[in-house]
Nanobody, 123 residues
């Protein structure tokens, strides 16, 4: 199971750190990603970290968001800086042990999902 936390209300330009804690899995072998979904929009890829530590992020968050993992704590973090109102969404973490690089940005290829955490950025 995945447990996402760390969301909240922040002013534009502020920062938040999201956490995705895993239990009951061989966490270190999983690719873990963050997706987000704003009202009326489709779920979109934000960032991913593979089991070996390679990271990938959407162009819209590059230079502002950083994904990292702590396998000892079975946790993946999403550090979000310079937040913008358009970052407002429910953020979900997802994990899968078999998703290949070509599909890392595609939500349908992830089996395990957290419950989501709301991020609201005010202007």
């Amino acid at each position: 199971q995945l447990q996402a936390s760390g969301g909240g209300l922040v002013q534009a330009g502020g920062s938040l750190r999201l956490s995705c804690a895993a239990s009951g899995h061989t966490f270190r072998s999983y690719t873990v990603s963050w997706f987000r979904q704003a009202p009326g929009k489709e779920r979109e890829f934000v960032a991913a970290v593979r089991s070996g530590g390679s990271t990938y992020s959407a162009d819209s968050v590059k230079g502002r968001f950083t994904i990292s993992r702590d396998n000892a704590r079975n946790t993946v973090f999403l550090q979000m800086n310079s937040l913008k109102p358009e970052d407002t969404a429910v953020y979900y973490c997802a994990a899968d042990s078999r998703v290949i690089l070509s599909y890392i940005r595609t939500s349908a290829y992830y089996i395990h999902w957290g419950q989501g955490t709301q991020v609201t950025v005010s202007s």
